[in-house]
Structures are given as C-alpha cells and as structure tokens.
C-alpha cells in the first residue's frame, strides 16, 4: 500500500508523528511524507523531535514547493492521502483547488484520481465558511476527520488518546493495528464487556 502524508502547521503535529511511526513498521505500507514550513515550526514548538528525523520515519520526503515531485501526478499510484493535521488553509485550498504547494496539490491528484483523502481537520469553533467548505469537500470525496478523544477505552495517557485517533485513521484505510481496545458492547448491568 502507498500512502501520502501531509503535516501542516496546525496545532496536533503528533497526530501525524505517530501515524509514521506506526506506518513505518509495517513492511508492506510505503509512505511519501510532505511538511509544510509551519508544520516544522510546530513540530519544533509542540515537540522535542528533530523534523529530519521525523521525515526518517517516511519511505520518501519532500519539500512542500516542489510541486513537480512525483506525487503532484495522478500517474503515481497511491492509495490515498493523509493530512495530520490540517490546517484551516490547506482545508480551504483544497475546496477550492488551489494548488498553491505540494500538499495541496497532492491532496487535489487524490481527490481527481478519486481515491481516499482524509483530513485530520483541527479548527474549532467553527463558522460557516469553514462549514460550507468541508461540505465541499465531502461531496468532492474527502473524509473529514477532526480528532476527537474517545473515552470508553479508559485512556490513561495523551498517547493512549494519539493512539485511538490514529487508529482511527488506519481503520478508514483497512490497515489492521492493535492501537485501542475496540467497543465490545455494555452488558445488561451496565458492566462493559471485556
């Protein structure tokens, strides 16, 4: 499986650290890593990771301006398309198919090429502009996914929370992982089923 990778400057820039680490041990998944330059600036504030040993954890890496790299064509296969997270901007461009750089030009060959892009999308509250813009996008084909914590599984850490997101993410592209503890059900007695 061939997946794209995008990390912008929203805040959550671990959503997408965490989803190549787990990403880059599976053997049969090789990934195509784009950050754009506020997505370093918030791996370099919300982090104590190196951005070049972020990009180590890719199959491949490229600079968000080049926009003729491989990727930027819909004659390289992919399965689809990741952007963890997602900024307001690259949410709003990709509405409206503006190709500005090679995230968002990437995430406009998937969508074209009519396979699967989701959007780790961090913003809230929203307006209406940001609503009717991910209604766009819906309708273009896109999944949005703004990362909301799950609870049912106990979490006893920030990391058991990334997990269960990034579990998520892999879930919509059927890549099995054991990340979370999966709902099984309440029992009459209201005990959760183990």
């Not at 190709?99 to 780790?120: F, H, M, S």
């Not at 309708?139 to 979490?155: L, S």
Request: with cysteine; aromatic share 6%; charged share 20%.
């Amino acid at each position: 499986m061939v997946l794209v990778i995008g990390i912008t400057g929203a805040t959550g820039c671990i959503y997408g650290i965490r989803l190549l680490e787990v990403l880059s041990t599976m053997s049969d998944i090789e990934t195509h890593l784009v950050i754009s330059e506020a997505g370093e600036l918030t791996i370099k504030h919300e982090t104590d990771r190196c951005v070049a040993d972020i990009r180590k954890l890719a199959s491949h890496s490229y600079d968000i301006a080049d926009v003729g790299a491989r990727i930027s064509s819909g004659s390289f296969q992919r399965e689809g398309m990741i952007i963890a997270p997602c900024t307001v901007k690259t949410m709003s461009a990709l509405a409206g198919s503006y190709n500005e750089n090679l995230i968002i030009r990437a995430g406009d060959v998937t969508l074209k090429e009519r396979k699967k892009l989701l959007l780790l999308f961090r913003e809230t509250p929203l307006h209406i502009g940001h609503i009717r813009n991910l209604e766009r996008l819906t309708e273009m084909g896109a999944i949005i996914m703004p990362p909301v914590p799950a609870f049912y599984h106990k979490p006893k850490t920030i990391q058991d929370i990334v997990d269960h997101t990034v579990g998520k993410m892999l879930d919509m592209f059927g890549i099995k992982h054991n990340l979370f503890q999966r709902w099984a059900g309440i029992g009459k007695g209201g005990e959760l089923i183990c």
